[in-house]
């Protein structure tokens, strides 16, 4: 998202989606007051949910203060109308989802964007449980877009690696 909105100059929001362990406003020291579930259920202006990130495009917008209280929004109609209107305010939408493997709104949210990055914990997510989610994924109508690898051990020094 920051190299997008740096690099590329574009308009760049990033979703965070995940009601049980919302971070990333934790991740730029953002306090939000106003989650984006909020502006959905109060039909406010997006523009409450949204926390800009310094002078740059880039923009975050965390799930609801108070998720655990409120039933999921992912599949309602609001949802769709607020997704047409990000979509027109922005070049990209990153949503961070929950994990297909234990939230359904992960897979509900698959089949609203444009394509879906399944990441990985490497060395650790055994492959029929990344087949299972990637066929999930699919069936609920989702697009992978690709796989990525987190949480990398490196057993060789990284500076050989360098060198290879």
């Known amino acids: 998202a920051r190299v997008s909105a740096i690099k590329f100059g574009k308009s760049v929001l990033l ?17 939000p007051e106003v989650g984006w579930e909020e502006v959905i259920q109060d039909d406010g202006p997006i523009e409450k949910a949204l926390y800009q990130i310094g002078e740059t495009r880039l923009f975050i917008s ?29 070049d990209l939408i990153l949503i961070d989802s929950p994990p297909a493997t234990t939230s359904s709104e992960g897979l509900s949210i698959s089949s609203k964007v444009d394509g879906v990055v399944l990441v990985l914990e490497a060395e650790k997510t055994r492959w029929p449980v990344a087949e299972n989610v990637k066929g999930r994924i699919t069936q609920s ?24």
């Open 62 to 90: 965390p799930v609801s203060q108070h998720s655990a209280s409120t039933p999921p929004m992912i599949d309602s109609l609001q949802m769709d109308t607020f997704l047409k209107k990000l979509r027109q305010r922005f």
């Open 141 to 164: 109508g989702g697009k992978i877009l690709g796989i990525v690898l987190n949480k990398r051990r490196f057993y060789i020094p990284e500076f050989i690696y360098r060198r290879l």
């Open 15 to 31: 979703l965070d989606a995940d009601r049980n362990h919302p971070s990333q406003h934790l991740f730029f020291n953002i306090k």
